[in-house]
């Protein structure tokens, strides 16, 4: 995946634990550190959003339902990519 | 750490339940327990699932949410060239055998799966097919009652 660069200020005291957490070896480097942070943002919000679109639905679909909508787009996945 | 590749149904299930075991899967993912596995069939499936049924919005955030699972692999459609034209004759739908064989090339040891058809079949000889139920089990997690495990 192509990444971009972006410029990010910290406060000292952020840049002293990220540092300190690179010295104990968690992280590679600083780069590593704030692109799993970021990361970990990404999969709370998106969470969070799928949570509550979840939660505006009055109930959920019956199983066998489910499976067979899973069923019918695995098929026309496989049909798309594989023929 | 057990790596466990993780079925298409295991999403759905966590978008449409509340608290099912398939939530919780997830969530131990999240948490590092153990090394999740899918492959670029798993987002294909889910976006035209959520397409389908939901919002675009929907297909977004949970494309979003797989994608940033720490610790994920994903297999790419490459890895599976290898594989392909084994295992037809063990799966009744030959639309199931990208999974079984992205779990094959990224050497899983757990198919976390919802759908029992497919664990019934002869692939089991070669896969180890766990419900999300079964997998919070192995790992000592705590479960939900949900029919089927999900």
Known sequence: ?????????LAREDLAFIDDAVESGR???????????VRLQIHDLAKERLRDAR????RPTP??????SLRASRKAVHREIWG | MIRAYLDTGVFLVFLDRDDSNSERVLDAAADGLFLPVVS????????HNLLARRTKEEASWLRYFVW????????TADRLESLRGEYGDRVADPSDLPHV??????????????????????????VVFRSPRELLEELGLPVVETPQGI
């Open chain 1, 1 to 9: 995946m192509a990444s971009h660069v972006t410029h990010v200020r």
């Open chain 1, 27 to 37: 992280f590679l480097d600083r780069t590593d550190f704030i692109r799993s942070a």
């Open chain 1, 55 to 58: 939660s505006r639905r009055r």
């Open chain 1, 63 to 68: 199983f066998p339902e489910l499976l067979a």
């Open chain 2, 40 to 47: 670029f069939h798993t987002f294909q499936e889910a976006t």
């Open chain 2, 68 to 75: 940033t699972l720490p610790g994920l692999e994903v297999v």
């Open chain 2, 101 to 126: 064989r992205a779990y094959l090339a990224a050497e899983c040891d757990r198919f976390v799966t919802v759908n029992r058809r497919l664990t019934r079949m002869a692939i089991r000889e070669v």
